[in-house]
């Protein structure tokens, strides 16, 4: 029975031998594959909408066509995916395989190999392969994460250091240059390491060491702003769109956020309020 679904094809050349896109071989076996992948979708009532293919050469990770195409599922672009063959879909093992899939049922794409049928969760079966791809996935996720683990442990045991560099900062100086009434921004500039490192040490020290608040002169200026640009005096005080944008400039230049809270004349938990949180990235988003 025909149905109403629309459909993108993904094609992937399997020739190493010529990177010629004319070279009549490359150029027949695509042409074959995308003309049988055509009329199977015409037979069963499915409209092409778009179209990926991907060179061989190009490597697993990097395939451009591919995450173009995994972005435009997770946006529906279409109904289902169909492709030639499993393997020209995924050779990236089958934890990796079946998160594509994962990642596709997620977001209600369904997925249609023509040369395996069996692979197909365009009907019943989803609800049978789907939990499969997530089980499938978490696996291969705790394989990789156990073989990370076991790797760090022999390396501590052989008296390696794992992670990032030790950051080595005067402290004695930053003392001195925090004392003086430096900004976060200056201090880093001046030790050579990223305001981020500088603030990560100055915060747990001036919570051991509680007394008045050091505010650099650009600080100073930024209190003095006029009454227009402060925060209104109510039970729940916000802070504007104009505020927030200026509260993440100042974050971005090395400014600690208790001195933005306190230009702002608003508590830290406003602040945070404000400023929200970043949006999650997914994988075929990089």
């Not at 504007?240 to 702002?264: N, P, T, W, Y």
Request: charged share 35%; proline share 4%; hydrophobic share 35%.
């Amino acid at each position: 029975m025909p149905q109403n679904k629309t459909a993108a094809i993904y094609l992937r050349v399997s020739i190493k031998k010529s990177k010629d896109p004319t070279d009549f071989q490359r150029t027949q076996i695509v042409e074959n594959q995308e003309l049988k992948l055509r009329e199977y979708a015409k037979a069963i009532g499915w409209t092409i909408t778009h179209r990926y293919e991907d060179e061989e050469s190009v490597a697993k990770t990097l395939r451009p066509q591919f995450k173009a195409m995994m972005k435009a599922a997770k946006r529906h672009k279409f109904d289902v995916i169909l492709v030639w063959s499993l393997d020209s879909f995924s050779r990236e093992g089958i934890g990796k395989t079946c998160a594509h899939l994962h990642h596709l049922a997620r977001h209600k794409v369904a997925f249609r190999s023509f040369n395996e049928l069996f692979l197909d969760t365009t009907g019943e079966r989803a609800e049978l392969f789907t939990p499969l791809f997530a089980l499938f996935a978490s696996f291969e996720r705790n394989r990789i994460v156990e073989r990370v683990k076991a790797g760090m442990d022999r390396a501590r045991s052989k008296g390696k250091h794992v992670g990032r560099p030790r950051l080595v900062v005067d402290k004695t100086e930053l003392k001195r240059l925090r004392r003086s009434g430096s900004s976060i921004r200056e201090i880093a500039t001046a030790l050579k390491v990223s305001p981020a490192s500088v603030h990560r040490i100055v915060q747990p020290l001036e919570k051991k060491s509680p007394g008045p608040v050091i505010i650099s002169e650009s600080d100073k200026e930024r209190i003095r702003a006029s009454p227009a640009d402060r925060v209104k005096v109510g039970r729940e005080p916000k802070l504007s769109d104009k505020q927030v944008a200026r509260a993440r400039k100042m974050i971005k230049e090395g400014q600690a956020r208790e001195h933005i809270a306190l230009v702002f004349n608003v508590s830290r938990a406003t602040l945070y309020r404000g400023l929200g949180r970043r949006s999650a990235r997914g994988p075929y988003d990089r």
